[in-house]
């Protein structure tokens, strides 16, 4: 069906950034959504980012006016999140997330980031 394969995670000091990348391979067409979640320990899993279908791009509340930024390269079926001025409240497993039209949601093994303050 569809197969995500994330990279970019890892441990970074507060203010500093990483870049996440999920790559989507299988049965990709017709992709409604495409983005990134997070889930903190002891916290639900959260919405950060994503695409629609459309292009449109929405972003969390948590996110919003900081410099989290999605981004895509269509040629390449990947999806991008640059993260800038982290801080320790970002600290999750991140996990990429690609809902398509005839296979409905799929997950990525997630990736860790950590925010060291």
């Known amino acids: 069906q569809v197969q995500l394969m994330e990279s970019g995670g890892g441990l970074v000091q507060a203010g500093g950034s990483l870049r996440l990348s999920c790559a989507a391979s299988g049965s990709i067409f017709s992709i409604n959504r495409m983005g990134w979640y997070r889930q903190a320990p002891g916290k639900q899993r959260e919405l950060v980012a994503n695409f629609t279908r459309g292009g449109t791009t929405n972003y969390a509340d948590s996110v919003k006016g900081r410099f989290f930024t999605i981004s895509r390269d269509n040629a390449k079926n990947t999806v991008y999140l640059q993260m800038d001025s982290l801080k320790p409240e970002d600290t999750a497993v991140y996990y990429c997330?690609?809902?398509?039209?005839?296979?409905?949601?799929?997950w990525g093994q997630g990736t860790q980031v950590t925010v060291s303050s």
């Open positions: 997330n690609v809902i398509t039209q005839l296979y409905g949601s799929h």
